[in-house]
């Protein structure tokens, strides 16, 4: 089955493995993840406020594509593009009048008729079901613990969230579909400091410190995650965790979709680690999840 | 000067109007029960706290809020918005008070202060969104 | 027989006869068909009275009209004593010429004079049609059935049983005493509860109440007074008679579950008594988790009871009793918290409930008093509480994942006391709230003594509960103290969460079989809350404690006994049926069941495809009157013969220039109509009154009859929605107009705005005023309907296929 997906700035720099492996896992699925045609930036954060409409016009122009392609679902894989994407497709959708303005300001596009439907890539996995995905593993992640982590826009505000946003199991159902082992970790839910990365790093690195000395000390190998911004903070900005607390200990961060590449066995180079932080190819191959001897699977 | 807060000052019950019309949410519900602070994963690093805020709003306190840290401390994360028992989007609350200055070209972040360094660290998303909320 | 109607027109001393030509009146009535029409100058003096008498016997009088002041004066002591001179009280009516008339009118004599006249001409034509009526008397079982056995349920049959009542007592677990039982020590006075509860425990026993435990209300039947109420008893498994407590069964089963007694802290044997002071004083064995039950081995309990009296052939029974009144105490239960995961109830052991902390607390409980980490058995040093853990929001939705939104009463001073006696073992304690609320005799000094201990309070809720980083057991309980607006930040031992009280389980499913209805957050409502709190919203049916809604020992206890004396009146004296009910004319019934759908109260049935309606239920609301496409439903005192023949009356014969028409509830509106008067309001004389139940009960064909026979304007003056004797039917008045209005438009070409609609608060009478005076003006610039337009309304009312038959 083809789905229009939008990759956003991250999954084409920071979040390469995420796309490769997102790609290639949705293959083994029977998903073929199509890029939408002349996607623009979904402007990263939604507007807040009741009188700005100026900053919905770029969500709503991909989805216009969407429509342009005749198609009626958009897979996102980052939690910010999906929130933003469905928060803007929301606001039109209960207003006509709304709708009607924005479209006054498309002047190349055709007019959005509000027919699409925003997905997150996990919940075309939990509606396929976390029992059918099982059945795909190959290499089930056996000796692995793992910490889900969703912070905010995955699940919060609650209508544009895909899970209950205080207590989400979908990580958790996934993780434990491919075979690995996961602690609760009530820091699960708790903001990584978003965009303050760029201003206020010293606050970044507070947050994450609690996020990942709690996994460490319950026993997770790694954390588990599904948005780029999320990772960058929780993984690169641990060199500032690091000099902030000299007792802290590095831990991986893996996206879902790496999780499942691994598990279906689809080679290393669908994975991505080069860019991490913190490498997790040291506790891969401790647990014989990557094996340096076996020759990888080439890409067709 | 007195600190006395005047209560009938028109001045005042207009901002509060203004930033409930804008941020659409019934600030007075709000009960002072604090939850959104306790909830708040960066409310030690704010100089007015989330339920300040709030309170402050319902006074139209225009001058402490726009002066207020915490505007640009909140993440966005939404944490108060799924516990405020009164159902009051805090966050929508913070960005409706950010605009007013921003609207008036007063940024708080500005592109040309990141170090070259820090624009190649930093990933694009990061940089965008706080630019969004942040500048004009 | 030829009615013979007398008339009689009070002076008041000149209240009336100031401003009314009673002479003019009583002249203007020699066209009616009556004996005489006499004027009184005190009517309600002992002379008028004794005249009233020797005219009835002189004339042969069988029914009297009498202008006067209104009838919520002298109506009832009328009625009393024309009866002893032999006239029916259906067959007695009062006109309203003081407060309604002379008092509002004093500016205009003239007008008040024709408006007086058209009244008691319409009183006339009324009490032609009035039929004699009898109020019923029924027996009513002279027992009362209560349901629950916790404090209220045992204060409340108790109290039934002193007063020489057969009293039921139905619990659903194998013992009484509830949730207070659980309790170490009570607040305010820190009393021992099991020292207090345990001889009421004893006293239930001893008494004459017949206390069935394990068992519960299967169904119930029957009517008002006199229901019989089915229950169910789960089988215990030992026989209450033979069984000696020694505990031999509890001590040799070799099975241990769950301990809810101790709210899941520790374990019991599934041979167990809940406690060593439960009444019945008797084990019980729980086929759950019993190994006989689950794989037909075992018996241990069985071969080892001295007393032989484990019976495991034990079954379910059924038992019928007849009962005249129902109390429900069905207390309450608390809200599990681990549906709030953020404050990670059942996903870490160190965050307890505080019904697990009174446990903890009691030197009978798990822990023999002592207070440790469930995670490993440590000693505590710091507690913190978490009070409205669920309580007190707003957005709380219907499937409670988020909480209630009402205040749960109870929880500030609970926590308090469970602070004190965590102080008094030299613990740190730290209450987090919203408010402090300690309303109540002695609690705002319990609050002062618990500062005294030292107990910190910090004004903040919790948001979440978090462990350590390095999780070592201990809570991080992060919060803004709202005094100084600051952050604090706490690491703790132990987290007690005070959560909200919720109905207790069952209780919507008892509710819906006694078809008793439940507020929006599933407690049982009151009767009203302020002026009849202890009853249900159905007759014979009361109330106490939790049942209600959060609330202190001390109020569920003063309840208890007030729904018992309640309970006790109701079965002790005949029940009386005033002659005020709907009734069906079976002929033109067709079945059709629509006046079953509209009953706020259920009181109407089918029998061999006829509706029914049940007089012990039906309020006479007049709700399922219009409703019936036959005209099929009729009322007693409001009938539509009456109804139509005071409508010509008061306007067919009127000289008046301007007719209003104004159709007003009986007893709010009347009364505010009534102050009103006393106050001298001054509205315009146009106004005509005619009191009804509820507007609800009118047909439109009678507005249409109403304008045929010279109304210029048809108001409808309704009571509040809810505060009125009728809700569902003060509530549907509006709507029933808004549907004639659009009738009398579309089918009729009548201005909809002749028909009016508004509701009058007994306290805002001088809106009366305002409404009048508007209404008046609006008919004047329409100006009266013509004889043409009477005409053509006369002829489509008497065409209308609908329509009923008069004369």
């Known amino acids: 089955m083809k789905i229009p997906y939008f990759p956003g700035c991250s999954l084409k720099t920071i979040g390469e493995g995420f796309e490769k492996s997102a790609i290639a896992s949705a293959a083994i699925l029977d998903f073929e993840l199509e890029e939408l045609p002349r996607w623009v930036c979904c402007g990263t954060v939604s507007s807040l406020t009741t009188d700005d409409l100026m900053h919905h016009l770029a969500p709503i122009r991909n989805l216009i594509r969407v429509e342009d392609i005749k198609e009626t679902q958009l897979v996102t894989l980052c939690s910010v593009c999906y929130s933003t994407l469905k928060r803007s497709n929301a606001l039109v959708k209960n207003d006509p009048e709304k709708l009607k303005t924005m479209n006054q300001f498309m002047d190349k596009e055709n007019e959005y008729q509000g027919s699409v439907k925003v997905l997150h890539f996990l919940e075309l996995l939990r509606e396929m079901g976390f029992d059918k995905i099982k059945e795909k593993v190959k290499k089930p992640l056996r000796g692995l613990t793992l910490s889900p982590y969703y912070g905010c826009l995955l699940v919060r505000p609650k209508e544009f969230g895909i899970d209950n946003p205080e207590d989400p199991t979908i990580l958790q159902e996934l993780t434990k579909a491919l075979g690995a082992d996961v602690i609760d970790n009530p820091y699960q839910l708790k903001c990584c400091g978003s965009y303050h990365t760029v201003d206020k790093p010293n606050l970044v690195a507070d947050l994450g410190y609690k996020i990942l000395t709690y996994a460490r000390n319950s026993g997770a190998d790694a954390l588990v995650l599904s948005c780029p911004l999320c990772a960058f903070n929780l993984d690169n900005r641990q060199r500032e965790i690091k000099r902030q607390y000299p007792d802290f200990v590095e831990i991986p961060i893996l996206y879902f979709t790496q999780l499942m590449a691994l598990a279906f066995d689809l080679g290393e180079e669908k994975l991505g680690f080069d860019i991490h932080y913190v490498d997790p190819v040291p506790l891969l191959k401790e647990k014989q999840l990557l094996i340096d001897s076996l020759p990888l699977i080439k890409e067709k | ?136 | 027989m030829a009615k013979k109607i007398g008339a009689f027109i009070c002076q008041c001393g000149g209240n009336i006869s100031n401003v009314v030509d009673v002479d003019k009146v009583a002249k203007a009535l020699d066209d009616e068909d009556i004996e005489l029409a006499e004027i009184e100058t005190y009517l309600c003096s002992e002379p008028s009275i004794e005249r009233m008498k020797e005219v009835i016997e002189e004339k042969g009088l069988d029914r009297l009209v009498l202008a006067c002041c209104t009838p919520k004066m002298h109506l009832k002591k009328f009625q009393r004593v024309l009866k002893e001179a032999g006239i029916n009280p259906a067959l007695v009516d009062v006109i309203n010429v003081r407060e309604h008339c002379s008092w509002v009118h004093e500016n205009d004599p003239e007008g008040a004079t024709l408006k007086a006249t058209d009244l008691v001409r319409g009183g006339i034509k009324r009490i032609e049609k009035s039929v004699p009526l009898e109020t019923k008397e029924i027996d009513v079982t002279p027992k009362v059935l209560v349901v629950g056995g916790g404090i209220a349920g045992i204060i409340a049959s108790l109290r039934v049983a002193e007063n020489g009542i057969d009293c039921y007592l139905v619990e659903k677990e194998p013992s009484i005493g509830g949730h207070m039982i659980q309790y170490p020590k009570v607040f305010p006075t820190l009393d021992c509860s099991q020292c207090i509860l345990t001889p009421k425990l004893g006293d239930v026993w001893d008494s004459s109440i017949q206390l069935s435990t394990l068992s519960e209300i299967e169904d119930i039947s029957g009517t008002l007074g006199n229901w019989k109420v089915k229950l169910k008893q789960k089988a215990r498994y030992i026989d209450i008679e033979k069984c000696t407590s020694c505990g031999d069964c509890a001590r040799y089963c070799p099975v241990k579950c769950i301990n809810e007694f101790n709210v899941d802290l520790d374990k019991r044997s599934t041979a167990y008594i809940p406690f060593l002071q439960a009444i019945p004083p008797v084990y019980t064995i729980d086929p759950e988790h019993c190994l006989y039950f689950k794989y037909g081995i075992c018996k241990i309990c069985q071969k080892i009871c001295s007393a032989d009296a484990v019976k495991l052939d034990d079954a379910v029974k059924f038992a019928e009793i007849n009962t005249g009144a129902i109390i429900l105490a069905t207390g309450y239960d608390l809200y599990d918290p681990s549906v709030l995961g953020r404050y990670l109830y059942g996903k870490h052991p160190n965050v307890l409930t505080s019904l697990q902390m009174e446990r903890m607390l009691d030197i009978t409980g798990p822990t023999t008093s002592r207070i440790v980490r469930p995670s490993d058995g440590k000693s505590v040093k710091k507690v913190a509480f978490v009070l409205c853990a669920g309580s007190r929001n707003n957005e709380a939705g219907a499937n409670r994942d988020e909480g209630v939104p009402y205040c749960s009463t109870v929880c500030c001073l609970y926590a308090q006391k469970q602070a004190i006696l965590l102080r008094k073992l030299d613990i740190d304690v730290w209450i987090h709230y919203i408010d402090i609320r300690s309303p109540g005799t002695k609690y705002e000094d319990f609050y002062h003594h618990t500062q005294e201990l030292g107990v910190n309070f910090i004004k903040g809720k919790i948001s979440e509960i978090m462990p350590t980083p390095n999780n070592d057991g201990r809570l991080i309980v992060r919060a803004e103290d709202m005094l100084i607006n600051r952050m604090i930040e706490n690491e703790v031992d132990l987290v007690v969460l005070c959560p909200p009280i919720l109905p207790s389980e069952g209780t919507e499913e008892l509710a819906q079989k006694l078809k008793v209805p439940l507020n929006e957050y599933k407690f049982i409502l009151e009767s009203h809350p302020k002026l009849d709190p202890l009853a249900t919203k159905r007759e014979g049916i009361f109330a106490a404690g939790m049942a209600t809604g959060p609330k202190d020992i001390q109020t569920t206890v003063s309840e208890a006994e007030g729904a018992a004396m309640k309970a006790v009146n109701f079965v002790s004296a005949k029940k009386e049926i005033e002659p005020n009910k709907a009734y069906i004319i079976p002929e033109f019934c067709n079945g059709c069941r629509e006046c079953i759908k509209i009953c706020p109260e259920e009181a109407i049935t089918i029998i061999d495809e006829k509706a029914v309606i049940n007089d012990l239920a039906c309020t006479g609301c007049g709700l399922c009157v219009p409703i019936c496409s036959e005209n099929a439903i009729d009322m007693q005192s409001y009938s539509e013969e009456q109804l139509l023949a005071q409508i010509k009356g008061t306007l067919a014969d009127s000289k008046a220039e301007l007719k209003i028409l104004v159709f007003v509830e009986k007893e709010l509106v009347y009364t505010a109509a009534d102050i009103a008067g006393v106050s001298r309001l001054i509205y315009p004389s146009s106004v005509r009154f005619i009191p009804l139940p509820s507007n609800a009960r009118l047909k439109l064909s009678y507005i249409l009859y109403a304008f045929a026979n010279g109304a210029d304007g048809v108001m409808f003056l309704e009571a509040p929605e809810e505060e009125g004797p009728v809700p569902e039917a003060h509530k549907a008045a509006e709507k029933i107009i808004e549907e004639y209005q659009e009738v009398l438009e579309d089918d009729y070409d009548l201005d909809s705005s002749r028909l009016w609609f508004s509701r009058i608060f007994v306290p805002d009478w001088r809106k009366l005023a305002t409404v009048f005076d508007s209404f008046h003006q609006l008919i004047v610039d329409l100006g009266p309907l013509t004889d043409e337009e009477r005409k053509e309304l006369m002829q489509a009312w008497s065409k209308g296929k609908k329509l009923p038959q008069v004369q």
């Open chain 2, 1 to 136: 000067m007195s600190k006395t807060i005047r209560l009938d000052s028109t001045e005042a019950a207009k901002f509060a109007a203004k930033i409930q019309e804008r941020s659409g949410e019934p600030i007075d519900m709000c009960f002072q029960c604090g939850e959104c602070s306790s909830a708040c994963p960066v409310s030690s690093d704010m100089d007015l706290m989330p339920s300040t805020l709030v309170r402050f709003t319902q006074l139209g306190l225009k001058d402490e809020l726009i002066n207020a840290k915490t505007i640009w401390v909140c993440a966005s994360c939404f944490h108060c918005v799924t516990r405020c028992p009164k159902g009051i989007d805090i966050a929508k609350v913070a960005e409706a008070l950010r605009q007013e200055l921003l609207r008036k070209k007063l940024d708080y972040v500005e592109v040309r202060d990141l170090s070259m360094e820090e624009r190649q660290e930093i990933p694009q998303i990061a940089i965008i969104s706080n630019l969004r909320k942040f500048s004009r």
